[in-house]
């Protein structure tokens, strides 16, 4: 296993269109977790799955971004009408199952640009 | 919010060891503290964690206060290539679970 992967690694996006972006974690680990990024501040939380199920969204997660995790593995995360200000690095991280003594993986990320 | 202060930027020269501070005053007793480092245009790299115990690893040690509320990061003889922003984190409770909140870390920069 070679990490937790993201795909793209960049989108270039016209405002207003959709986009996707995918992330496949660490096959072991039953947790995944999505950040956005701006540029200058630390990750921002915005959501985590347990398997498939989605435990907590942040308010950051507006009516226009969804993410799923159908199958408990790979996650993707949608973003509607994008606006320039989803402009960001997007991040995934995986981590085996809630204990006190496990830190995340994280992928590269996915940078996306508005114009 | 992050449970944890950390200063803004650093700087350190190549060769030297580099010591990255962090207070996390409200950190409870079964927590554990957190480092990661992120290189520009990449996601955040495990660095690091313990929970009261000075801890050392091929990367870095990692010196907690007996009390706990503070911790400072070593890199014994930083490279060029540390340069990053270092951050330290204190989970924090959420619906279900705990999880990692970020601050604005610090940006290390090693010079020649």
């Known amino acids: 296993d070679t990490g937790v992967s993201q795909d793209p690694r960049h989108k270039i996006t016209k405002r207003g269109q959709n986009v996707t972006f995918r992330c496949d974690p660490i096959?072991?680990?039953?947790?995944l977790y999505w950040y956005r990024q701006t540029l200058g501040q630390g990750p921002e939380f915005l959501t985590y799955?347990?398997?498939?199920?989605?435990?907590?969204k942040s308010r950051l997660l507006s009516d226009r971004f969804s993410a799923e995790r159908p199958k408990g593995s790979f996650s993707t995360l949608e973003i509607q009408r994008t606006e320039q200000g989803d402009s960001a690095m997007y991040l995934c991280a995986s981590s085996p199952y809630s204990s006190y003594n496990y830190g995340y993986t994280f992928g590269s990320g996915t940078r996306l640009t508005v114009v | 919010d992050a449970k944890t202060t950390q200063p803004p930027s650093m700087d350190c020269a190549e060769g030297r060891a580099a010591n990255l501070p962090c207070n996390h005053s409200t950190i409870s007793g079964n927590e554990y503290v957190y480092w990661y480092r992120q290189i520009h245009s990449q996601g955040p790299q495990y660095i690091i964690h313990g929970l009261k115990n000075n801890e050392t690893n091929e990367m870095a040690s990692l010196i907690i206060t007996e009390d706990r509320k503070s911790s400072t990061l070593i890199l014994p003889h930083a490279t060029l290539r540390d340069t990053a922003v270092y951050y330290c984190i204190v989970r924090v409770p959420i619906k279900y679970g705990q999880n990692f909140v970020f601050g604005p870390g610090t940006r290390l920069s090693v010079l020649p």
């Open positions: 096959s072991e680990h039953n947790r």
């Open positions: 799955f347990q398997n498939e199920a989605q435990l907590e």
